[in-house]
């Protein structure tokens, strides 16, 4: 009865798609639910209640219709917009849900390899020569239990049946496992669920929506079955939900209000009140994270050179001051947000990695890190120098190209991760020095610090007048919380950012384009000509300068970037640099000090050197070590700074020592 109904379903309903499907030699349709519930609400039902039966009887049905071929139609067919009852958070399913249809959202976490398995083992009977097909649903290959001659034993295995499949595991997206650990489930995906383009589309860091059938596996121990058992979900459709904010519902009341406040002359100064309004101060921290929050537009140039529209932020500063709250906040304000710390983070959890999984997927299997699982939103990275730092490493690539790279364990393959990535840093003796530069006061490469297009110093400097402000502010959070209200309600400036992300692509004006230029032109040559090979400002910066400048724009929701926008970022990047670029030695702004070491220092260094080479030339491979502080101080080097330098050349293997008070050149 069902077979019948189902065959006038599709004949009425979808005959094209299945004329379609047989031509292009496809191994399933696409059937609308609603379409099914609005004709035949009986079947609808039952395929909630009791799948195995209803896709039992729609592939009969399938293989009855009267189509143009030879070949019986073998057509799986896969139901998509289930209602909204059927849905499940991961976390909540339970014993109750197996065996009926569900629909789950997830990013996948870790992915097998396509691998051939057994759907149909073919037996021959050695009495009658009986062909028996047992369908396969264990692990295990299932011989049948008789023929229909009477025999019942060994049967000997002469041929089967193959199919592609696939494990992935998902886990519940951010914003839907919020401050708890997100639940996690094996999805079984086999056929036209496994083309490479599919592939592509369920790799790790992909967001799905899977709607199938919840089953259960059973477990055994040393050949005895376990009571626990393990549960999967059986795809029977997978759509691709990449997400780039479209999980924010934006009414059109919403989008009214937001066009409304793009054009108020204060909405910088209401964006910037409403990122952490408990933490008092810190308005160009605060601009600096709105243009985060709102990025750059992405580009990809004719020789498929890509550039990224994401900014990266650094924040290095004294203890108290608030740099850990401020990070959670953040994370909290976008989607695909997610905060981490310190000694918990590693490379692998950071990036990719490669896991071994026997019980589900057989082998080594691709995982996705943080970074990856917030692709399009913004990672918060705190105590960015305790991560270790071949931690640090694994973060190049991701931060400049904005990908990922494996090859690992026979698996080469590269996952997306753009992202941007906010972190905060502590100095190594608690209070930041700013008359050193910041890659002698935090444990983070040179070539990683070079990353960031923006890096900030909160100090904790006495100042009676502000320390009142900020204390009495701080009462204030305790006892009037009520008035610490932020000037946009953190749900909807949510809905802003996704509304300027998903609906501005500004482009540079020339009037914008030549102010940039002539900042980054005027800054290179501030020195030129002068000795010691000082530059204030790199081509990284006149770049993050162009992100900045788009991110001001899309804050107004402007489709051009003019000359305040232009201003706005320089004066964040004047800032950025003064706080960490002044050489208070040179009195010059010197842009090597933001990213490694100050250009004076780099001098000092090789005056250094070439005092060890001439002295190995004159007294031999090892020299005292006062021959060499005694000649620096004749270069102008004081004794403490030499010695310095001679301790930071034996860090690096420059130098080392043969004996005591002796040094030699390697």
Partial sequence: MEVDRFEEFFMQNCESELQDAVAHGKKSIEVDFNFLDSKYPDLADKLLNDPE??????????????????KPIKLEARFMNLPKQ????????????????????????????????????????PDCGNRIEVLQTERTIKPPEYCECGRKGKFNQIDRKLQDVRFVVIEEPFEIASA?????????????????????????????????????????YKGKLKTQLDIFLEANHVEPTEIEWEEVVISDEDEETIKELSNDPKIYEKIIASIAPSMYGMEDVKEAIAFQLFGGVPRILPDGTRLRGDIHILLVGDPAIGKTQLLKLVSKIIPRGRYVSGKGVTGVGLTASVVKDEEFMGG?????????????????????????????????????????????????ATLPAETSVLAGANPKFS???????????????????????????????????????????????????????????????????????????????????????????????????????????????????????????????????????????????????QQLGYDYETGKIDIDRTEGMASSVRKKHYVIIDIIDKLTKQIGREIPREEVIAS???????????????????????????????????
């Avoid at 209803?54 to 143009?68: G, T």
């Avoid at 081509?539 to 003019?562: C, N, P, T």
Wanted: glycine share 4%; charged share 30%.
């Fill in 53 to 70: 039966a209803v896709l039992e009887s729609a592939r009969k049905a399938i293989s009855r219709l009267d189509l143009i071929t030879d």
């Fill in 180 to 220: 708890e650990k997100p639940g996690t489930v094996t999805v079984y995906m086999k056929d036209d669920l496994t083309t490479p383009a599919m592939q592509r589309k369920t790799d790790p860091g992909s967001r799905l929506k899977v709607t199938g059938i919840l089953k259960e596996l059973k477990r055994s």
């Fill in 86 to 125: 059927v849905a499940v958070r991961i976390r909540n399913l339970r014993s109750g849900h197996i065996g009926k249809f569900v629909c789950l959202d997830g990013v996948v976490r870790r992915a097998s390899e396509v691998k051939p398995e057994i759907s149909i083992a073919i037996f021959e009977c």
């Fill in 632 to 666: 620096a101080e004749n270069e102008g080097i004081k004794e403490y700074e030499a010695e310095q330098i001679l301790q930071e050349l034996e860090r690096d293997s420059t130098i080392f020592k043969p004996k005591h008070k002796f040094i030699q050149r390697i």
């Fill in 431 to 577: 209070r930041f020095d700013r008359y050193r530069a910041i890659a002698e006061q935090i444990d983070v490469p040179d070539t990683l610090l070079s990353r960031f297009d923006l890096k900030f110093v909160l100090r904790d400097v006495p100042d009676k007048e502000l320390d009142e402000k900020l204390a009495s502010y701080v009462i204030k959070t305790r006892t009037e919380p009520e008035k610490i209200t932020p000037a946009i309600k953190p749900d909807f400036i949510r809905k802003y950012i996704a509304y300027a992300r998903h609906n501005c692509m500004p482009q540079l004006t020339e009037e914008a384009a030549e102010h940039l230029k002539q900042f980054y032109i005027n800054m290179r040559n501030m020195y030129q000509g002068e000795e010691g090979g000082t530059i204030a400002i790199t081509l990284r910066q006149h770049e993050a300068l162009m992100r900045l400048a788009e991110a001001s724009a899309r804050i107004r929701l402007s489709d051009k970037v003019s000359i305040e926008d232009a201003e706005r970022a320089i004066k964040l990047m004047k800032r950025s640099i």
């Fill in 364 to 412: 080594w299997v691709l995982e996705a890190g943080a970074m990856v699982l917030c692709h399009k939103g913004v990672i918060c990275i705190d105590e960015f120098d305790k991560m270790h730092k071949d931690d640090q490493i694994a973060m190049h690539e991701a931060m400049s190209t904005q990908t990922i790279s494996v090859a690992k364990a026979s698996i080469v």
